[in-house]
């Protein structure tokens, strides 16, 4: 076997264990080992937890010698985002201002990975309450890109971007609210999924945000899906139980596809020459396996973003006053200053700038309506410096750069980031596909194809 164990995808794990030829012990040795290797550089991981993940291993290893696993992810490693919630560990967010109090149950992410046998070897890092495009936290050293470590992984699901590309096992779980999925797994060169809103039931649910998986491969993040996407009553929001056919990832004409190429997201920063670059050879190859590819206009407007972003000031606004003033110290500086103009917000202004996710949400589905599949950047620009909040790195513009994932978090569309090319410095450059509302398995089956189709990418960075 040529590939490193902890570089193995869930995929290729399982069989492997149904056959006796791995042991899930053997492989989440592996994990902790690339974990412990790596970490002084990435800052990816929170809560590394060995002992208890090698006890679990070795239970998964006894049900595979009994030929009776609990799913096709039984004994393959996983790593959560910090921020979900599971039974005996704080949820810190990221934040130095947040009392760490163990959950008293998990969440319904954590626990349909538990149900399905997962080995939970670590929690991986986030900034300050997931507000941040950044691995930049209060709490933690500030996580690193595995390809540039002198640049970020994105965020806010930061350590899972970073701990995908490291090879940090295969599994990695995280959530997005404006594109806290997809810019890590962009600027990672990895795979990102925010399904559709509701399809995987979350704790607490809230306008746009979203669990999803992070991962290697398209195929790991559809196995990831058919245990994550199981009812939970504790999510109000929810969609209705479906029978997705999850591992039928290659039923899709390609011939005939209508798909929207979109370029312009009408606000925020300016597309980078390169991301353009490779978006449009991405379109050229779908376009040369028969599908028919149409520029989209932009359908964002400036008062769109600007709206919510004020909406999103001042709920954060909220959580610091909440907070007593010694804790307030501890978060991060930039957050603070991103939230303060609420304090001068009045009614008007935050009616307005909640009803503008509506307006987005409407303007994103009339606009797609005619098209199958919509391609576009993940991110305008290239990973930032690892110590910046932004690629601004300026409170006053701190969302310039997510015009092309917010509104696919608005619309409750699916969404994914799937790994497209590199700059001429070597960053990885993400392609966006984005399907219609409750199409998540037809937007995997569009990024299942492109990796069939796309040039070949260069090997995984640190593994």
Known sequence: MNTPLHALTAAELGPLYRSGELSPVEVVRAVIAQVERLEPRLHATWALAPEAALAAAAASEARHRRGAPLSALDGVPVMPKENIGTRGLPKPLGCAAVDGVPEAEDSPPAARLHEAGCVFVARTTMPDYGMLSSGLSSLHAAARNPWNPERTPGGSSAGAGAAAAAGYGPLHLGTDIGGSIRLPAGWCGVVG???????????????????????????????????????????????????????????????????????????????????????????????????????????????????????????????????????????????????????????????????????????????????????????????????????????????????????????????????????????????????????????????????????????????
Not at 387 to 406: Q, R, V, Y
Request: charge should be negative; include cysteine.
């Open 193 to 463: 999924f925010k399904p559709s809103l509701g399809r995987i039931p979350i704790d607490p649910p809230y306008a746009g945000r979203c669990a999803g998986p992070i991962t290697r491969s398209v195929a790991d993040a559809a196995l990831m899906m058919a245990v994550l996407a199981r009812p939970d009553w504790r999510d109000a929001s929810s969609l209705p139980p479906q029978d997705i056919a999850w591992d039928r990832l290659d039923d899709i004409e390609l011939r005939g596809l209508r798909l929207a190429l979109l370029l312009d997201a009408g606000w925020g920063l300016p597309l980078d020459p390169e991301h353009a670059a490779v978006v449009c050879a991405a379109a050229r190859v779908f376009e040369a396996a028969g599908c028919i590819v149409e520029p989209l206009a932009p359908f964002t407007t400036p008062m769109m973003a600007a709206g919510i972003d004020r909406f999103w000031r001042m709920r954060s606004w909220l959580d610091l006053q909440a907070l007593a003033p010694e804790r307030r110290e501890r978060v991060l500086p930039f957050i603070c200053d991103w939230a303060a103009p609420a304090a001068g917000y009045g009614a008007a202004d935050v009616f307005h700038g909640h009803a503008q996710m509506a307006a987005l949400r409407d303007a994103a589905v009339a606009a797609c309506r005619r098209f199958d599949f919509v391609l576009s950047p993940v991110s305008p620009v290239p990973a930032f410096p690892a110590l910046h909040a932004s690629p601004t790195n300026d409170p006053d513009s701190a969302m310039a750069h997510i015009g092309f994932t917010l509104p696919f978090n608005m619309s409750e569309q699916p969404a994914i980031s799937v790994p497209a090319g590199m700059t001429a410095d070597g960053l990885p450059i993400g392609l966006q596909i984005a399907g219609a509302r409750h199409d998540d398995l037809g937007v995997l089956r569009l990024a299942r194809a492109w990796e069939r189709l796309r040039p070949p990418l260069p090997p995984w960075p640190m593994t």
